[in-house]
């Protein structure tokens, strides 16, 4: 959960979303030591009077600043293409939901079972209970157990939406029309929110994604009770 004055990403809580902060303070790293080598030499170049010939015509400099670069390319390409094969991997899920995107709410189908599925809408603000966060609780939470691989298939009605979850590392666009898909293992219980992040239309900013990781025993309450009610 985000909070005021925050400077970094939400603590992760999902395998790919700590390798994803990995490799934001990896390349972050890189791009720190170049500033600072680049902001030196401009000061050094401004400061001094002093002038090298070797500096003014050198092929060894002139090598070293070709083939640098290159390298430091590849040092920031490989771990980048790594995670991004890691977000495409979806190997045996234990569980399948679909999700659908409307003018302005969120629909869930857990495909899994016969008959288990609701609709998703944001809780106004007068209705908020205290402890509650304004324009992120939605009446409906989608629950997955925990440490389980959960598949996410990503549609829309109408417009364009994205489902997103900074937390678990995901935004997938809800294309209509297109059945996009997606996985993420939570690796702790916890509630964690999110909101459509494609502007959608005069309440785009009204329809939030709460999803509530709990232990396998209680997920399976969970859904005996939906699975009842319904």
């Known amino acids: 959960m985000a909070h005021p004055s925050q400077l970094g990403f939400q603590d992760a809580a999902s395998p790919v979303m700590e390798e994803l902060l990995h490799f934001h303070d990896h390349a972050l790293m890189i791009v720190f ?9 401009i000061l050094t170049t401004v400061s001094t009077k002093l002038t090298d010939k070797y500096i003014l015509d050198s092929q060894e400099i002139e090598i070293i600043w070709t083939i640098l670069p290159a390298v430091i390319l590849i040092l920031i390409a ?11 991997e979806i190997n045996d899920p234990h569980l399948t939901i679909k999700t659908l995107g409307h003018q302005w709410y969120w629909s869930y189908e857990y495909t899994d079972y ?30 997955v157990p925990v440490e389980s691989p959960i598949r996410m298939l990503v549609s829309a009605e109408d417009v ?3 489902w997103a979850v900074p937390a678990l590392g995901i ?21 964690f929110y999110g909101q459509c992040s494609e502007i959608c239309g ?6 939030p994604i709460v999803v509530e990781a709990v232990p396998l025993t209680h997920f399976e309450t969970w859904s005996s ?6």
Request: proline share 6%; charged share 20%; aromatic share 8%.
């Open 202 to 207: 005069a309440n785009h900013s009204f329809m």
């Open 78 to 88: 490989l771990p980048s293409l790594r995670i991004l094969y890691l977000m495409d």
């Open 160 to 162: 364009l939406h994205a």
């Open 114 to 143: 016969e008959d288990l599925g609701f609709d998703s809408y944001m809780i106004p603000t007068q209705d908020l209970t205290p402890g509650q966060f304004r324009l992120l609780e939605a009446d409906h939470r989608m629950v």
């Open 225 to 230: 009770r939906m699975l009842e009610d319904a």
């Open 33 to 41: 030591l170049i500033s600072t080598l680049v902001l030196y030499i």
């Open 171 to 191: 935004k997938m666009d809800a294309v209509p029309g297109r059945l996009n898909q997606t996985a993420f293992i939570a690796s702790h219980p916890g509630v």
